[in-house]
C-alpha cells in the first residue's frame, strides 16, 4: 500500500530499510511502550528476512515518511474474516508530539478500509500511553477491553494494555437531504445555442440530478453508503432513479412517491464551460404547498455524517438541528453568514453564484471575514476557476488552486465539490486535505459527460489528489 499527501508518504518497507529500522528496533526509548526498555537487540539481516516474508495478504511493514525524511513505521497484520490488527511507532523523537500520529493514522485507516477492504480495524496500547488513547478514541476507535496486568516487559514489570476496534457501518453511512431531480442533459455538437440558430445535440441523457441526487451518485462510487431523502419523485423520475441505483450503495427508502405528478425534473443545455439550467421550480417554491419529505429522525441518529441543501426552509432547519441532536457533522451550500444553517454546519461550501446574490459588490476576502466568524465550521468559497478560499473562525483565510483539467462539461461540478467535502468529513480529514480532495473530485468531474455514468472513483481521486 502507498498512501501520499504533500507532506506525508506511508510506503512499504523494503530491504533498504532494514538498517533504519534495526536502530529504531534496538533503542529502548523507541521500544519502551512496546515493552522492550532495553531494545529487542536484532541485527539489520534478521529484520531483512522479517520483511522478505511479509505480503499484502497476511502482514505488512510501512515506512512513514515525513518532508522526505523517515520518521517511523506502522504494520497491518490480516486476522482473517476481513479483520487486521495495526500498530504505529513515531521513532524520530523530534517528530513526537506533534500531531503527525493523528494524520498519519487518518491516512492509513482510509487506505485498509478503502484499497484494501477491511471491515474492523483492531489495535491495543499501554494503559499508561494515555496520549495513544486520546488520539485513538478521536479518530473514532472504541475501547473494547482493558487488560490489567496481563503481560510483563522486558525487566519482567506487570503491564496493563487497552483493546481498540474502529468498523465500518456507521462510520460509512451518510445521510442526504435535498434536491433529487431527473435531469435531462444535452451535449451540443458545436458551441452553445444562438438566437434563430440551429443546434445539433451529440449527446443525450436523462439520469439522476440535483444537489443530493448528485452527491449520492458521486458518494457511492467513492464507496460510501448514504441514505438519501428529500424531493418527492413522481411516476417519470422514480422508474428511472430505482433502475439507476438498483445496486448501488444509495437507500432510496425514505424517498415519498408521488402518484400523481411526473416529478420534479430540469433540462440542461451545455456546450464546454457553458451550461443553461431550465425547469419549473419558480412555480413549485411559489405554489405554497410542499413537494419534499420531512427529515426523519431515524434516519439522522443512524449516520456518521450528513449534507443537508439549505432550500427545504422550516425541513431543511429541522435536519440542521436534529443533525445537531445526534451528533452528526454536516455538510452545507450556499448559506450567507446570517443563516442558521450556516451556524451549525461543520462545512458551509458557498459558490459564486451565492456571493453574488448575496454579496454583490464585496470581494472574497471581505465576504469570507463576515462567514468565517459567524460559524465555528470550516467555510469554502468557490469561484469557478479561480481561487478556493477556506478559512476558520479567528484563523487567516487560506486559499487553493483548482486542478487544471480539460473541461468537458460543468454540469454537477458543486455537487461534487460538495460530495468530496461530505466524504472528507466522513473520513476525518484535515482542512487543507478536505478542500484538495473536493477540488480533485470537482476536476475529474467537469472532465467527463455524463457524470452520474462516469462519477469519480476513489482511486483516481487520489491519484489527482496528491499529484502536485
Known amino acids: 500500500m502507498h498512501l501520499k499527501d504533500e507532506e506525508i508518504e506511508i510506503r512499504n518497507a523494503t530491504d533498504a530499510d532494514a538498517g533504519l529500522l534495526a536502530e529504531w528496533w534496538n533503542d529502548g526509548k523507541v521500544m519502551t511502550h512496546a515493552g522492550f526498555p532495553l531494545g529487542l537487540g536484532t541485527t539489520e539481516e534478521e529484520v531483512r528476512a522479517k520483511i522478505e516474508t511479509e505480503s499484502d495478504e497476511t502482514t505488512r511493514r510501512h515506512i512513514i515518511v515525513y518532508q522526505g525524511i523517515p520518521i517511523g513505521e506502522m504494520n497491518y497484520r490480516n486476522l482473517g474474516n476481513n479483520e487486521c490488527e495495526i500498530g504505529i511507532k513515531i521513532c524520530d523523537p523530534d517528530m513526537q508530539n506533534k500531531g503527525l500520529g493523528k494524520?498519519?493514522?487518518?491516512?492509513?485507516?482510509?487506505?485498509?478500509?478503502?484499497?484494501?477492504?477491511?471491515?474492523?480495524?483492531?489495535?491495543?496500547?499501554?494503559?499508561?500511553?494515555?496520549?495513544?488513547?486520546?488520539?485513538?478514541?478521536?479518530?473514532?476507535?472504541?475501547?473494547?477491553?482493558?487488560?490489567?496486568?496481563?503481560?510483563?516487559?522486558?525487566?519482567?514489570?506487570?503491564q496493563s494494555s487497552v483493546d481498540y476496534e474502529m468498523r465500518r457501518g456507521k462510520m460509512e453511512k451518510v445521510y442526504l437531504y435535498g434536491q433529487i431531480l431527473g435531469t435531462h442533459s444535452f451535449l451540443l455538437k458545436d458551441g452553445f445555442l444562438q438566437p434563430d440558430e440551429y443546434?445539433?445535440?451529440?449527446?443525450?441523457?436523462?439520469?439522476?440530478?440535483?444537489?443530493?441526487?448528485?452527491?449520492?451518485?458521486?458518494?457511492?462510487?467513492?464507496?460510501?453508503?448514504?441514505?438519501?431523502?428529500?424531493?418527492?419523485?413522481?411516476?417519470?423520475?422514480?422508474?428511472?432513479?430505482?433502475?439507476?441505483?438498483?445496486?448501488?450503495?444509495?437507500?432510496?427508502?425514505?424517498?415519498?412517491?408521488?402518484?400523481?405528478?411526473?416529478?420534479?425534473?430540469?433540462?440542461?443545455?451545455?456546450?464546454?464551460?457553458?451550461?443553461?439550467?431550465?425547469?419549473?421550480?419558480?412555480?413549485?417554491?411559489?405554489?405554497?404547498?410542499?413537494?419534499?419529505?420531512?427529515?426523519?429522525?431515524?434516519?439522522?441518529?443512524?449516520?456518521?455524517?450528513?449534507?443537508?441543501?439549505?432550500?427545504f426552509g422550516e425541513e431543511s432547519l429541522l435536519a440542521a438541528k436534529l443533525c445537531q441532536k445526534h451528533g452528526v457533522p454536516f455538510v452545507t451550500i450556499d448559506c450567507p453568514h446570517t443563516s442558521e444553517l450556516h451556524r451549525l454546519a461543520a462545512v458551509n461550501v458557498v459558490s459564486k453564484e451565492c456571493t453574488s446574490q448575496h454579496y454583490a459588490g464585496m470581494d472574497a476576502d471581505a465576504i469570507m471575514e463576515l462567514l468565517k466568524e459567524s460559524s465555528d465550521g470550516l467555510t469554502v468559497i468557490t469561484q469557478g476557476g479561480g481561487d478556493i478560499l477556506y478559512a476558520r473562525k479567528g484563523?487567516?483565510?487560506?486559499?487553493?488552486?483548482?486542478?487544471?483539467?480539460?473541461?468537458?462539461?460543468?454540469?454537477?461540478?458543486g455537487d461534487t465539490f460538495k460530495a468530496g467535502c461530505t466524504y472528507a468529513l466522513?473520513?476525518?480529514?484535515?482542512?487543507?486535505?478536505?478542500?484538495?480532495?473536493?477540488?480533485?473530485?470537482?476536476?475529474?468531474?467537469?472532465?467527463?459527460?455524463?457524470?452520474?455514468?462516469?462519477?469519480?472513483?476513489?482511486?483516481?481521486?487520489?491519484?489527482?489528489?496528491?499529484?502536485?
Open 395 to 413: 484563523g487567516k483565510i487560506r486559499r487553493m488552486k483548482p486542478f487544471d483539467v480539460e473541461v468537458k462539461s460543468t454540469l454537477g461540478a
Open 426 to 468: 466522513l473520513k476525518g480529514m484535515s482542512d487543507e486535505e478536505t478542500v484538495r480532495f473536493a477540488s480533485a473530485c470537482s476536476a475529474i468531474a467537469i472532465s467527463r459527460f455524463p457524470l452520474p455514468l462516469n462519477p469519480p472513483k476513489l482511486a483516481e481521486v487520489n491519484e489527482i489528489c496528491w499529484s502536485r
Open 199 to 311: 443546434s445539433e445535440i451529440k449527446e443525450q441523457y436523462f439520469l439522476p440530478g440535483g444537489e443530493t441526487g448528485t452527491a449520492a451518485t458521486v458518494l457511492s462510487s467513492l464507496g460510501v453508503s448514504v441514505k438519501m431523502d428529500g424531493t418527492w419523485i413522481g411516476t417519470a423520475v422514480a422508474p428511472m432513479l430505482k433502475d439507476f441505483y438498483s445496486g448501488k450503495s444509495v437507500d432510496l427508502s425514505s424517498v415519498y412517491f408521488w402518484e400523481d405528478d411526473p416529478g420534479v425534473m430540469d433540462y440542461v443545455v451545455i456546450a464546454g464551460l457553458v451550461r443553461s439550467p431550465m425547469g419549473r421550480f419558480q412555480t413549485l417554491f411559489s405554489s405554497g404547498k410542499r413537494w419534499w419529505n420531512v427529515p426523519r429522525e431515524e434516519d439522522i441518529s443512524d449516520a456518521k455524517t450528513a449534507s443537508i441543501d439549505p432550500f
Open 103 to 158: 494524520k498519519i493514522l487518518r491516512m492509513f485507516i482510509r487506505g485498509l478500509f478503502d484499497e484494501l477492504g477491511y471491515n474492523v480495524i483492531k489495535l491495543d496500547t499501554n494503559l499508561e500511553n494515555k496520549r495513544a488513547q486520546h488520539v485513538y478514541e478521536e479518530l473514532g476507535f472504541r475501547r473494547i477491553r482493558e487488560n490489567i496486568d496481563s503481560w510483563k516487559d522486558q525487566l519482567g514489570r506487570l
